[in-house]
């Protein structure tokens, strides 16, 4: 072994621990960012489980659509705003109409006790606002924005809420189709090492060429792992725009 091979050792070495003591920083970030999610403080352990895989949400892309537009608590809390709207509209215009009420009364004045000496009485009243300065039709007209404001907030949604449902199917197709390629990256990236460590061994390569298949095996087991991580997100983003995510049906 020359000395260059040794240095160039101690160099890839060095570059190691640097990546070492950035992986184990980038762990202990993503455990305290896990445990302010969770509302744990920052010293107390976190018990992590196995990585989990959604499965992917079954349905063509019209199935998963519509779905959504009936899961969806956010248009289900709009479509309810937009039916208050509706009342208060209602209830606005009724009050132009003519309102009549009825009411039924019975007395008893016997001079002694007893209910012999009883009396009805029957009346109705009949009003209407025949002109209230337009009090009335401004009011109508209010409430009427209102809902055509929550109509329009309510169709924008759905249309938003379609469109992300077909993005994050889109996207959890890709990760499925990426990960494919990953594992055969991964496969041939093996295969290269272990090729070019056999040649060294023989002295038919250099350490640089050893190191060089070394780190494009590392990189190929990272992308590997980004993307089963991005598989496994994109599963969980369509399944949080639908509608139905939930911890116990991941």
Same mark, same amino acid.
């Given at each position: 072994?020359?000395?260059?091979?040794?240095?160039?050792?101690?160099?890839?070495?060095?570059?190691?621990?640097?990546?070492? @003591?950035?992986?184990?920083?980038?762990?202990?970030?993503?455990?305290?960012?896990? #445990?302010?999610?969770?509302?744990?403080?920052? =010293? =107390?352990?976190? =018990?992590?489980?196995?990585?989990?895989?959604?499965?992917?949400?079954?349905?063509?892309?019209?199935?998963?659509?519509?779905?959504?537009?009936?899961?969806?608590?956010?248009? %289900?809390?709009?479509?309810?705003?937009?039916?208050?709207?509706?009342?208060?509209? $209602?209830?606005?215009? +009724?009050?132009?109409?003519?309102?009549? &009420?009825?009411?039924? %009364?019975?007395?008893?004045?016997?001079?002694?006790? !007893?209910?012999?000496?009883?009396?009805?009485?029957?009346?109705? @009243?009949?009003?209407?606002?025949?002109?209230?300065?337009?009090? &009335?039709?401004?009011?109508?007209?209010?409430?009427?924005?209102?809902?055509?404001?929550?109509?329009?907030?309510? %169709?924008?949604? *759905?249309?938003?809420?379609?469109?992300?449902?077909?993005?994050?199917?889109?996207?959890?197709? *890709?990760?499925?189709?990426?990960?494919?390629?990953?594992?055969? $990256?991964?496969?041939? #990236?093996?295969?290269?090492? %272990? /090729?070019?460590?056999?040649?060294?061994? &023989?002295?038919?390569?250099?350490?640089?060429?050893?190191? !060089? +298949?070394?780190?494009? /095996?590392?990189?190929?087991? +990272?992308?590997?792992?980004?993307?089963?991580?991005?598989?496994?997100?994109?599963?969980?983003?369509?399944?949080?725009?639908?509608?139905?995510? #939930?911890?116990?049906?991941?």
């Amino acid at each position: 072994m020359v000395k260059s091979d040794v240095l160039s050792a101690k160099v890839h070495l060095e570059d190691i621990k640097v990546k070492g @003591v950035e992986a184990r920083n980038a762990e202990a970030a993503a455990l305290n960012q896990l #445990a302010l999610l969770m509302g744990k403080s920052l =010293d =107390d352990p976190l =018990d992590v489980g196995e990585p989990v895989t959604p499965e992917l949400l079954a349905g063509s892309p019209a199935d998963l659509r519509a779905q959504a537009l009936n899961e969806h608590a956010g248009l %289900r809390a709009l479509r309810n705003q937009v039916e208050g709207a509706g009342a208060q509209v $209602g209830a606005a215009r +009724a009050s132009k109409k003519p309102q009549f &009420n009825v009411m039924l %009364r019975q007395d008893w004045n016997d001079q002694n006790l !007893g209910l012999d000496a009883s009396s009805y009485t029957v009346a109705g @009243v009949l009003s209407w606002a025949a002109f209230d300065g337009g009090v &009335n039709n401004a009011t109508i007209d209010r409430v009427s924005a209102q809902r055509s404001e929550l109509v329009a907030k309510l %169709r924008q949604a *759905e249309e938003g809420v379609a469109y992300q449902v077909t993005d994050a199917r889109r996207k959890a197709l *890709e990760a499925e189709e990426k990960i494919i390629a990953r594992e055969a $990256g991964q496969t041939q #990236a093996q295969e290269a090492q %272990r /090729l070019v460590k056999k040649r060294y061994e &023989n002295g038919m390569a250099t350490l640089i060429e050893v190191f !060089g +298949a070394q780190a494009q /095996l590392d990189k190929a087991n +990272a992308d590997l792992v980004a993307s089963r991580y991005e598989l496994a997100v994109n599963r969980a983003e369509l399944k949080r725009v639908v509608g139905v995510l #939930a911890a116990d049906h991941l």
